[in-house]
């Protein structure tokens, strides 16, 4: 009898124990819901660009961590540096910066598979700082303040969806470097985020 009163109480554990699971799992699916939502806030919200005095776009962070991140992004770019390595937060390579006279050349580690479609790459540094940089400059051109030569330009390499190659041409001054840097960082370890959570 003892038996089976000791298997009717394992029997009801074990079944507490699934429900608790059940919870949890719909609980890790909200929090990965809430994650996706706050990284579109982020983009939508938690940057914007300015044009300064002296027209150069400025990419500003809403929180701490951010900050941080663009500062030392920015201390770790010199002019003179011809090539500069793009890590995750946890110093992960994620590609390498190649900067030559006026253009900088993203090439992303071939380990990973960083697609297109991964936000925030096309909402983000594609449209909210490369684009934005472009139409500055072709207001500054329409103005007679900046050569049409001069414009900045930038494309994109893919093969079958997977970026292979972000090239940018004049792409400005030291500001705009240190920027661009920054975004890059943001931007990948972001999709680095998402490619490692599968």
Do not use: C
């Not at 400025?58 to 390595?85: C, G, M, N, Y």
């Not at 992303?108 to 139409?135: C, G, H, W, Y």
Request: hydrophobic share 30%; charged share 30%.
């Amino acid at each position: 009898m003892s038996t089976e009163q000791d298997t009717k109480k394992l029997l009801k554990f074990r079944e507490s124990m699934e429900k608790r699971l059940l919870e949890i799992q719909a609980e890790i699916q909200n929090l990965q819901k809430a994650i996706e939502e706050i990284d579109k806030l982020i983009v939508n919200t938690g940057f914007r660009t300015f044009t300064s005095a002296e027209t150069d776009t400025t990419l500003e962070t809403t929180t701490t961590e951010e900050k941080e991140s663009e500062t030392k992004a920015a201390e770790e770019v010199e002019p003179e540096q011809d090539q500069i390595r793009i890590t995750s937060k946890d110093g992960t390579i994620l590609g390498t910066m190649n900067i030559k006279e006026h253009t900088i050349i993203f090439t992303p580690t071939e380990t990973f598979d960083f697609a297109l479609d991964i936000p925030p790459f096309q909402s983000f540094l594609i449209e909210r700082v490369l684009d934005n940089m472009r139409k500055t400059d072709q207001e500054r051109s329409t103005n007679g303040e900046l050569d049409p030569g001069e414009i900045l330009n930038f494309e994109v390499q893919e093969q079958d969806g997977i970026l292979t190659q972000l090239s940018i041409q004049n792409y400005g001054g030291e500001r705009r470097l240190r920027e661009i840097n920054s975004s890059l960082r943001w931007t990948f370890d972001k999709m680095y985020d998402k490619i490692s959570q599968g």
